[in-house]
């Protein structure tokens, strides 16, 4: 499986952005998905996860009412619309699909992984 990212770019706070997760087949093979990001010097964090069948979601607290996971029936295709943005939110955002159904926020539990979509934002 491949994984392709999109969407990122330069933002300015209290703004929205879309990021778009492709896969090169389809994942709804029993496989959860999930989004991850970076900053630099600091360990990849988890973001938000959905379950395969895309009716279970997680969120980590820090986008919790602000960021929205959500899958198409095919399941090769995973979105994650960010609004009401800050600086905070600046990171590479990277997403993968897990090793199981369920949904997990723990890195370890990802088997493929994107290469990545710069967010910006600015304050």
């Known amino acids: 499986v491949q994984l392709q990212a999109s969407g990122g770019g330069l933002v300015q706070s209290g703004g929205s952005l879309r990021l778009t997760c492709t896969a090169s087949r389809r994942t709804s093979s029993n496989n959860g998905m999930g989004w991850f990001r970076q900053t630099p010097g600091k360990e990849r964090e988890f973001v938000a996860a959905?379950?395969?069948?895309?009716?279970?979601?997680s969120y980590a607290d820090s986008v919790k009412g602000r960021f929205t996971i959500s899958r198409d029936n095919a399941g090769s295709t995973m979105y994650l619309q960010m609004n009401n943005m800050s600086p905070e939110d600046t990171a590479v955002y990277y997403c993968?699909?897990?090793?199981?159904?369920?949904?997990?926020?723990?890195?370890?539990?990802?088997?493929?992984w994107g290469q990545g979509t710069e967010v910006t934002v600015s304050s």
């Open positions: 959905i379950n395969w069948r895309g009716d279970s979601t």
């Open positions: 993968a699909v897990a090793l199981t159904a369920s949904i997990s926020d723990r890195s370890d539990r990802y088997r493929y």
